[in-house]
């Protein structure tokens, strides 16, 4: 369920706003938020890939529409910000942060989908939910860093 995610952010990438561009976006961030961040995204990605995909159960139709929704809101946070840059919406912190904190959705999603691993492993929602949440919190706070120091 990543692969539209990560074929939405490569497809991109070259137009996001010079903001969000590695150069500027990875600059000078601590290191306890640049290894927080980017172990925590290793553990979600691996946890997902270990949960095989079903739609079943009521509550798996119920994440499949909150994944859905959540990816159609981060693409449009994305569009806002690549082609409206300048709007009043762009420029709150509100605005500047939709790609950073809408995909809570669509990884509470992906989290009420996943019912099993592969592997012999027991399985717990709240893995791959607690996994993601660690995730997002650095990933906002990288996120407002930057917003921070561009507006």
Do not use: C
């Not at 949960?51 to 809101?73: D, E, H, R």
């Not at 449009?76 to 942060?97: E, K, R």
């Not at 999603?109 to 660690?134: E, Q, S, V």
């Amino acid at each position: 369920m990543f692969i539209p995610i990560f074929i939405w952010n490569i497809a991109l990438a070259h137009k996001f706003p010079k903001a969000f561009q590695p150069e500027i976006f990875w600059n000078k961030i601590p290191a306890f938020l640049t290894y927080g961040e980017n172990i925590s995204r290793v553990i979600i990605v691996t946890i997902a890939l270990g949960m095989p995909l079903k739609v079943v159960t009521s509550l798996q139709k119920k994440g499949l529409f909150l994944y859905a929704t959540g990816a159609l809101l981060y693409f449009a946070s994305w569009l806002l910000l690549i082609y409206v840059p300048d709007s009043q919406w762009s420029n709150t912190v509100w605005g500047f942060m939709a790609p950073a904190y809408t995909p809570l959705l669509w990884l509470l999603g992906m989290g009420m989908i996943g019912d099993a691993f592969y592997f012999k492993l027991p399985f717990k929602r709240w893995y791959f939910i607690l996994a993601a949440i660690i995730f997002l919190g650095f990933h906002n706070l990288h996120t407002y860093l930057i917003f921070s120091r561009t507006h």
